[in-house]
């Protein structure tokens, strides 16, 4: 998302809270900017933790002014000249965005599963940082910069370093954003650091058959296709099933895109385009992630066609945004059909009727993915 959305919704909060904190301007010292950095970095949660400089307390826009402002460069150097245990440093990034025309700066704690983190020796700087103490944050309160965390909150940190905090399911789909924990052996992937973690691929001649194809076969070089079944599985039971289309004779492979419909007729009742499209915060779009290979040329220009008519979506809510936009656009939609029309794909289909079916998939794939380019624009430029 992005990420002056990402802020403006918690302004409008009003309140701070368990990943988010508001300061007026930036810390005095470094020693306090430090305390807080290590209080989101050991967070239960799974989100990305702000420090929002240039806001009340109560969510009131007040601004950075220049002289007032600290770069990324600076932050950097603080944890850079910080001996942490294990050379264990948080990561952060620090963005300038503006709202009500006031500059905020947004020093971002990244998410982590390093935990936790803390000092192996503090600073001659530093008067009241401890070394050795883990620093967390509990709802809107950060540990005091004088002492530890609870036995609980410690014992909550390791097991979300270890995944023990997730289900099963969950913490495998974390795990693949990691390729290099992964090995192949014949159909199956297995997790090197839990061996019960498995992904298997079976071919599959039942639901989609051999003979069915969709229409962004004919987006390839090559319109030779087949389908695979992967299963999910921790130790034996299968947590999750999902369809495979391997594209252009085998160069690339994916979960099949989701179904979506937008756009009626005059009367609301007949719908006017199909398309496929991926949720980036679905599982299916974090293993189309996890199987492809961008190392090999082949398959990075099959994965490149394929996206020319897909639809990649943030979330759901952007999905449904997107469509209420064509719902109120449709002149707009033909616009763009007429252009896309004039783009040549090699259809080999059985008969001129199911020919004109697909290529006007194929048109529809490529107009709406100009158009969510247009919408998303347009958003951006509203905020």
């Not at 990034?93 to 935990?115: G, H, Q």
């Not at 061996?195 to 003979?211: A, H, M, Q, R, V």
């Not at 999902?242 to 492979?253: A, E, N, T």
Request: charged share 30%.
């Amino acid at each position: 998302m992005n990420l002056k959305r990402v802020i403006k919704k918690i302004i409008d909060k009003n309140k701070e809270g368990e990943y988010w904190d508001f300061k007026q301007e930036w810390h005095k010292n470094n020693e306090r900017l430090l305390h807080d950095i290590l209080c989101f970095a050991n967070t239960v949660h799974n989100k990305n933790c702000y420090l929002i400089i240039g806001v009340s307390d109560t969510g009131e826009v007040i601004g950075v002014t220049e002289d007032k402002r600290m770069k990324q460069a600076n932050v950097l150097d603080l944890l850079a000249n910080t001996d942490f245990a294990g050379d264990n440093t948080p990561e952060i990034k620090v963005d300038t965005i503006k709202i009500k025309d006031k500059k905020l700066d947004i020093l971002t704690i990244i998410n982590s599963y390093n935990l936790p983190y803390y000092l192996k020796r503090k600073s001659k700087k530093y008067k009241k940082i401890k070394e050795g103490y883990i620093y967390t944050r509990v709802g809107d309160k950060n540990t005091s910069i004088n002492q530890n965390a609870t036995i609980q909150q410690i014992e909550m940190l390791w097991k979300k370093k270890f995944g023990l905090t997730l289900p099963p399911l969950k913490e495998i789909i974390k795990r693949l954003n990691n390729k290099s924990e992964w090995t192949l052996n014949k159909n199956t992937y297995y997790n090197i650091y839990k061996p019960e973690f498995k992904l298997i691929e079976e071919y599959d001649d039942n639901e989609y058959g051999n003979s069915k194809a969709e229409f962004y076969v004919y987006t390839q070089c090559n319109s030779r296709f087949y389908y695979k079944k992967m299963s999910i599985l921790c130790n034996k039971t299968v947590l999750k099933e999902f369809q495979l289309v391997i594209l252009d004779s085998g160069r690339y492979k994916t979960p099949i895109p989701n179904w979506g419909v937008v756009g009626h007729d005059k009367f609301n009742v007949k719908t006017k385009y199909t398309y496929k499209y991926f949720l980036k915060n679905d599982i299916a779009y974090k293993l189309q992630q996890f199987l492809f290979n961008n190392h090999k040329m082949e398959e990075i220009n099959a994965k490149k066609r394929f996206d020319e008519v897909i639809l990649y979506y943030e979330n759901k809510k952007e999905k449904l945004g997107f469509e209420s936009y064509i719902e109120n656009n449709q002149k707009l939609v033909e616009k763009y059909l007429k252009e896309t029309n004039e783009v040549y794909f090699s259809i080999d289909a059985s008969n001129d009727r199911i020919k004109r079916i697909e290529k006007f998939k194929l048109s529809t794939g490529l107009a709406l993915k100009k158009l969510l380019r247009k919408y998303r624009n347009n958003i951006n430029n509203s905020l």
